[in-house]
């Protein structure tokens, strides 16, 4: 614990699905995580996770044409999940900001969840981070996560696009203030 942890990758490049699979299994083996998606709606997420645990395509569940049986896949599925992460202790949790929010208000709504564990989907959307001094920007949320994962025993693990060379977008400082970063 007490880590930063960043997740790089291109638009469309897996970022939200890896850091989704990685969240269920932390919270399948104990673990309370929270997670924030700043770009898909809580539906969304939650349609990933019962997409994720049954097997069934994510557009069948978001736009409902799941037949009786697909139904009941689904509901199997993630009642199993549940118990499994249950019996562990473990919770995912989902934190949809109704609006823009900064990394410190973000993380202070997460101390409500008393997560080990808090993923936030991705930087560049949250609040104050545009602008000319945008590199300046991330590379200090990058820091404030780093310092709040210390001062709470808790992992953070920041999701952020990289460019197409395989570089953090707008800010090597995130990567220099991560204690492990995944590009």
């Known amino acids: 614990y007490e880590s930063l942890f960043v997740i790089g990758g291109t638009s469309g490049g897996g970022k939200s699905a890896l850091a989704n699979q990685l969240a269920l299994n932390w919270a399948r083996m104990g673990l309370n995580v929270l997670v924030v998606p700043l770009e898909m709606s809580k539906r969304e997420t939650m349609g990933r996770i019962l997409a994720n645990r049954s097997g ?54 997460a101390n409500i969840f008393t997560p080990k564990i808090v993923v936030i989907d991705y930087i560049s959307l949250l609040k104050g981070v545009s602008g000319e001094d945008q590199w300046q920007k991330l590379g200090t949320v990058a820091r404030y996560a780093k310092q709040w994962a210390a001062a709470n025993k808790t992992i953070v693990v920041l999701l952020a696009q990289v460019s197409e060379d395989g570089h953090i977008r707008y800010s090597q400082a995130i990567k220099e203030n991560a204690d492990y970063a995944w590009v």
């Open 56 to 109: 069934i395509d994510i557009r069948k569940i978001l736009f409902q044409r799941l037949t009786e049986n697909e139904k009941k896949i689904v509901v199997k599925k993630y009642k199993k999940y549940v118990r499994k992460a249950n019996a562990k202790k473990g919770v995912y949790n989902i934190f949809k900001p109704e609006g823009d929010m900064s990394i410190e208000e973000i993380l202070s709504v």
